[in-house]
């Protein structure tokens, strides 16, 4: 029996739970296995190949594969632990946090030296806040994204 989450309507927010803990362990176990060089360097020379390795759910492969930080945590990966993917890419943290939102790395940066986000409309679902889903994807990068995506 599941147990009452009332957490779960907080806008645009994954809380890492024991249950999402459970179900991300192989994902998260890959994670940690990229703070070895060996190990980075077998990953980027055939991702699928290092991948398979790994008891992961074919669906945390392709998120790890697409680097949708989002979809990674929504099948159970920390960030903390994924954040050794976009290093691994030579990506920073914040770079990370901006693709997950959908903004340009610089959008990110401002929004968050501006106070980030207002918590007005994103405190729980049934406010309409720039977190809420209708709303999403907010930034010129997911914006431009899915323009490119929409013209092939």
Not at 63 to 88: E, H, P, Q, S
Not at 115 to 142: F, L
Request: neutral net charge; proline residues 2%.
């Amino acid at each position: 029996m599941a147990l009452d989450k009332p957490y779960t309507d907080v806008p645009g927010t994954i809380i890492f739970d024991a249950e999402q803990s459970r179900k991300g362990y192989w994902l998260n176990q890959f994670c940690m296995s990229l703070m070895k060089a060996e190990n980075r360097e077998r990953f980027k020379a055939n991702e699928r190949a290092y991948l398979d390795e790994w008891a992961m759910t074919e669906e945390q492969k392709q998120a790890v594969l697409a680097r949708d930080l989002n979809w990674c945590m929504r099948t159970g990966g920390n960030i903390y632990f994924l954040a050794k993917i976009g290093a691994t890419d030579g990506k920073s943290f914040q770079q990370m946090a901006g693709s997950m939102t959908g903004m340009t790395e610089e959008e990110y940066r401002n929004m968050m030296i501006t106070g980030g986000r207002s918590v007005e409309g994103n405190r729980y679902i049934g406010e309409n806040g720039d977190a809420q889903a209708q709303n999403q994807p907010q930034g010129a990068a997911r914006q431009h994204a899915s323009a490119a995506g929409k013209k092939a």
